[in-house]
T-cell receptor
Framework: DAKTTQPTSMDCAEGRAANLPCNHS???????VYWYRQIHSQGPQYIIH???NNETNEMASLIITEDRKSSTLILPHATLRDTAVYYC?????????????FGTGTRLTIIP | DGGITQSPKYLFRKEGQNVTLSCEQN?????MYWYRQDPGQGLRLIYY???????QKGDIAEGYSVSREKKESFPLTVTSAQKNPTAFYLC??????????????FGDGTRLSIL
């Protein structure tokens, strides 16, 4: 699976959009980008995933650059409950590759 | 509500004792997984099962055992052979085979400590 690089920490004001970047310059054509978050002492929560098109769901939007070497997770109106560690994961989706590899992620703090 | 239930939330083990962590899902997912998370670190895969009565070792299977007798259940036993069992254990599941890109969904974890 491709290696990802994320900033260690970020702050965002409550009510503003939180934009979390992820670099994955070695991504291959059949690798998906997944985003999870983990609030302290809870299990990781799936947020969104995509291959090459931008994606949006009720939680967030995922913007993937045309060359697929980076992506941005957007939380449109951040709340205090969005404070968590956010993980960007790139992996091939096939049934022989079952492992999710979480890096160190970005610690996002929402400021009141 | 559909989801993944792990129990207990906190568990204490005495030296030389086996303990079993429960994971139940009512999402009709075929694949289930066990991960271990140590403080400040990422997840490491212990075991996974793609179908009932079948399971595969992950990266750190030594000292652990699993069973998959029912689709809904994937219990993990931490045996006395696991010398450093203190960790946060996470169970996950994923939709059926036709959804190869479908994400894994996680339970809320069991925190295991040694007395």
């Amino acid at each position: 699976d491709a290696k990802t690089t994320q900033p260690t920490s970020m702050d965002c004001a409550e009510g503003r959009a939180a934009n979390l970047p992820c670099n994955h310059s070695t991504i291959s054509g059949n690798e998906y980008v997944y985003w999870y978050r983990q609030i302290h002492s809870q299990g990781p929560q799936y947020i969104i995933h995509g291959l090459k098109n931008n994606e949006t769901n009720e939680m967030a939007s995922l913007i993937i650059t045309e060359d697929r070497k980076s992506s941005t997770l957007i939380l449109p109106h951040a709340t205090l409950r969005d404070t968590a560690v956010y993980y960007c994961i790139v992996r091939i989706s096939n049934f022989g590759n079952e492992k999710l590899t979480f890096g160190t992620g970005t610690r996002l703090t929402i400021i009141p | 509500d559909g989801g993944i239930t792990q129990s207990p939330k906190y568990l204490f083990r005495k030296e030389g004792q086996n303990v079993t962590l429960s994971c139940e899902q009512n999402l009709n997912h075929d694949a289930m997984y066990w991960y271990r998370q140590d403080p400040g670190q990422g997840l490491r895969l212990i075991y996974y099962s793609q179908i009932v009565n079948d399971f595969q070792k992950g990266d750190i299977a030594e000292g652990y055992s699993v069973s998959r007798e029912k689709k809904e259940s994937f219990p993990l036993t931490v045996t006395s052979a696991q010398k450093n069992p203190t960790a946060f254990y996470l169970c996950a599941s994923r939709p059926p085979r036709q959804g190869a890109n479908q994400p894994q969904h996680f339970g809320d974890g069991t925190r295991l400590s040694i007395l």
